[in-house]
């Protein structure tokens, strides 16, 4: 439960550092690089959460040598898998909530983020354009039933998924 919220809050540091225009700090990507490969490795999670966070290591293990602009590509498909994640799984000591955003201006169909305050703050695009977004939901320490904060989303992390039973 622990590494969860390590995780979460080494990608928090990645989306805040983004949203001030600069580039990821080695410790923040390296941290969360290093809870991803711990937590992929943990037999109590479920498949799909550990696809999620081979996802999430692959992509920040090298996060702090990339440009400002290409740290924003890769942090795409790492901050949809966070989000995806954070559907699945929260720890059992999780304190406060995660708000959930979205931008469909972020190239390649959009691009959705977390963020432990909500207060916009778009980390694809930073001071261009911060506030670029809207608010999809707010997963509440676990236990709890998220919040939805517009019908109709448009974010694919948030879209629910059909059983084929």
């Known amino acids: 439960g622990k590494k969860l919220e390590v995780l979460y809050a080494a990608y928090f540091q990645v989306q805040q550092a983004l949203a001030s225009d600069r580039k990821p700090p080695a410790t ?3 941290g969360l690089y290093h809870a991803a490969t711990e937590l992929k ?3 109590t999670l479920p498949e799909s959460a550990t696809k ?3 996802t999430i290591a692959a992509g920040s293990e090298h996060l702090h040598h990339l440009d400002l602009a290409g740290a ?3 942090f795409k498909p790492i901050s ?3 989000v995806t994640l954070a559907t699945q799984v929260r720890s059992e000591g999780a304190q406060g909530p995660f708000t959930h955003f979205y931008c469909p201006m972020v190239p390649g169909g959009g691009g ?3 963020q432990a305050s909500d ?3 778009n980390p694809y695009f930073g001071s261009e354009m911060l506030r670029c977004g809207e608010k999809v939901q707010v997963f509440p320490p676990r236990g709890k039933p998220a919040i939805k ?3 109709g989303n448009q974010s694919p992390a948030a879209q629910p998924t059909k059983s084929k039973a």
């Open 52 to 54: 999620l966070l081979a």
């Open 41 to 43: 490795a943990d037999a």
């Open 72 to 74: 924003r590509k890769e």
């Open 80 to 82: 949809h898998a966070v």
């Open 112 to 114: 959705d983020w977390l």
């Open 149 to 151: 904060a517009t019908p």
């Open 119 to 121: 207060q916009l703050l």
């Open 28 to 30: 923040d990507a390296q």
